[in-house]
């Protein structure tokens, strides 16, 4: 009990305790060894598609970046003030292809984004033009700022 206490359990060196925390920061560098050694905004990580959100007094734009994704492989729904993107992207595969780097995914994909207000569902336009869609939500009008008129 006493050499335990002094020297650790049996056949365990003197200091070895903390092998358990240097064997857990070796983990996590090779867990995080992807993220950190990825320059800062390079793509692979982040949310597909990219898209702007804007406004004027009568409508919210929408804009998505889509490259290679056709109109036909796009469902697009909105509700009270939510709009939801859902399609697939197909890309041809090289056949024995060796990666030298890999950026473009294939795959199906679903991105829902809530809009700052209420929406009017019937006046909803799209548009996919190379590669960009351009969504046109109108605002419902009980949300369309009014002019007051002061007496």
């Not at 804009?63 to 009270?80: F, H, I, M, Q, R």
Request: aromatic content about 8%.
């Amino acid at each position: 009990m006493i050499y335990r206490t002094l020297f650790g359990a049996p056949g365990r060196r003197f200091g070895s305790h903390f092998g358990e925390f240097d064997e857990m920061r070796r983990q996590m560098d090779r867990l995080f060894s992807t993220y950190r050694d990825r320059p800062a905004g390079s793509v692979g990580a982040g949310v597909f598609p990219a898209i702007n959100i804007t406004e004027d007094t009568d409508a919210y734009y929408v804009s998505a970046e889509l490259p290679g994704v056709k109109s036909a492989d796009l469902d697009l729904n909105v509700t009270a003030n939510q709009l939801t993107l859902a399609g697939e992207r197909k890309i041809s595969k090289e056949a024995d292809a060796r990666y030298h780097r890999r950026e473009r995914e294939a795959g199906r994909f679903s991105r829902a984004v809530a809009l700052p207000g209420d929406i009017d569902a019937e006046g909803v336009k799209a548009r996919l033009t190379d590669g960009v869609l351009s969504v046109t939500v109108p605002k419902a009008e009980k949300a369309k700022p009014r002019q007051i008129a002061v007496q």
